[in-house]
C-alpha cells in the first residue's frame, strides 16, 4: 500500500519523517478518481491515515507542488 497524509496531517508527516530533506514533491490527490481501493486506517498515534493499496493512476494527482 501507499501511505497518504490528509492536508491537515501533512505537517505532522513531513516534522516527524522529513525534517531536513531537500526536493520534496507533494502529490494532491482527488480520491474520487482513484482506481485502487483506499482505506483510513488507524496509526500508533490513533489517527486515522488514508491509504491507497495499489498504485495512483495519474489521472487523480490534482495537482503537485515542490516543498
Not at 505537517?11 to 481501493?37: F, M, W
Not at 483506499?38 to 489517527?47: C, I, P, V
Amino acid at each position: 500500500f501507499i501511505h497518504c497524509s490528509t492536508h491537515d496531517q501533512v505537517p505532522g508527516v513531513l516534522q516527524r519523517y522529513y525534517s531536513g530533506i531537500k526536493n520534496l514533491v507533494l502529490l494532491h490527490i482527488d480520491e474520487t478518481k482513484l482506481v485502487a481501493a483506499l482505506k483510513y486506517e488507524e496509526a500508533t498515534s490513533k489517527e486515522l491515515f488514508p491509504h491507497v493499496f495499489g498504485p495512483i493512476n495519474k489521472d487523480a494527482i490534482v495537482k503537485f507542488e515542490f516543498i
